[in-house]
């Protein structure tokens, strides 16, 4: 009985080495990210997985982890070019150890709205910035924007003295540390996975995000007051690695490629979408009091943040900053 079962055994391991049909397995690839799910960055990586699995059903496989559960944006692209992950979407703050250039983003009041935004970015040196990673062994292949980041705090935040004193979580990048020493604030260099605990416990006083993100992580369930204060930006770079795109088959890549087109295109719907609607919900919600700022009060951070932009006029580059500058005018 055993002597015909190792038979059967070897004769279907036999059959399996010569059948002319074989199953490639699906080429995998995980997106990891950190912010929630429904915000302008997860819709985005939601609806690349729509477009890749209806265009290339079985032969590519793509997961998505929100809320930093496979890594979060500090670690993200270590774990990229051991080839742990294959797509991210870090903040644009989050590149600093890959390039000095994306830093430019940073720069407090550089930018007078999205849509200046969305002009540099589109525009030859913008493009070109995606490049800048690629000494790094990785790959920009697109900016996502999320929008304009607000100021929040458990106290209010009218003039840059009321932060005098206080701690601000920020992001991995010493422009933001630098733009909120410039208003006598302390600033503790987090990840956002760290930031509802920071604040609930008041480890931290304030923080800096863009609605969808203080909505979607309900940062103002635990910050009384929120400064409309639209002071900088808080974009993404979409980034791969060199190596894994190269080693995408012929007929894969250019698919994957449009379907990220596609996917950040929506994304970018959303962000302008869910800034005006987020913006809403928290003012609806009762939990934290949106502060507008007067001209003369603006006036007095900008004067207060700008000394950032020639300390790390250096670092960044004045043409790259003038070229941003230029997209203020349409
Ligand atoms: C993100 O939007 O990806 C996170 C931003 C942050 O760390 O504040």
Known sequence: MTFVKSLLTAAIACAALTSPITHAAPIEIKFSHVVAENTPKGRMANRFEELVEQRLPGK????VYPNSQLFGDNKVLEA??????????????????????LQLFDLPFLF?????????????????LLQSVEKKGLVGMGYIHNGMKQLSAYAPLKLPADAKGKKF???????????????GGIPLKKPFSEVFTLLQTKAVDGTENPWSNIYSKKFHEV???ITESNHGLLDYMVVTSKEFLMELPEDIRPVIEQSLKEAIAYGNEVAAEKTLSDREAIINSGRSEVIAMSEDERAQWVKA????????????GKELIQAALDSNQK
């Open 223 to 225: 910050q009384p007051y």
């Open 112 to 128: 007078d709205d999205m849509a200046a935004v969305e002009r540099f970015q589109q525009s030859d040196v913008g493009q070109k």
């Open 80 to 101: 990229m070019l051991l080839g742990d992950v294959q797509l991210a979407a870090p903040s644009l703050s989050k590149f600093q150890k890959y390039t000095k250039q």
């Open 169 to 183: 979580r920020i992001q991995t990048s010493d422009i933001l540390a630098a733009q909120f020493e410039q208003v």
């Open 60 to 63: 590519v496989d793509v997961k």
């Open 305 to 316: 943040m700008k000394p950032v932009w020639k300390q790390f006029e250096g670092q960044v």
